[in-house]
């Protein structure tokens, strides 16, 4: 095999374990995601989706949280509303 021919292999493995779904913990983009339910995840949903959402510059709503394993507890992440007084 040549070096160019194993560099190409090497990155398309890569890739289809990039794209290969949801994986353990969070998975997500700048609209929200979704985390692996575990007790454990369940303590840490909030400021795990929190510190997620605040890449984009956004804040973490929980939308749904079902508790049993194999679901999931779901998010969204959404611009606040910041309400600011203009004084004349």
Request: net charge negative; glycine share 24%; charged share 20%.
């Given at each position: 095999m040549t070096r160019k021919s194993s560099t190409i292999a090497a990155l398309a493995v890569t890739y289809c374990f990039l794209c290969?779904?949801?994986g353990p913990g969070l998975t997500g983009n700048?609209?929200?995601?979704?985390i692996n339910w575990t007790?454990?995840?369940q303590r840490i949903a909030r400021p795990w989706?929190?510190?997620h959402c605040a890449r984009f510059g956004k804040a973490a709503r929980i939308t749904s949280v079902y508790a049993r394993y194999?679901?999931?507890i779901g998010f969204e992440c959404y611009f606040p509303r910041t309400t600011r007084r203009i004084r004349y």
């Open positions: 290969s779904g949801v700048d609209t929200g995601g979704i007790p454990e995840n989706a929190a510190e194999g679901q999931y």
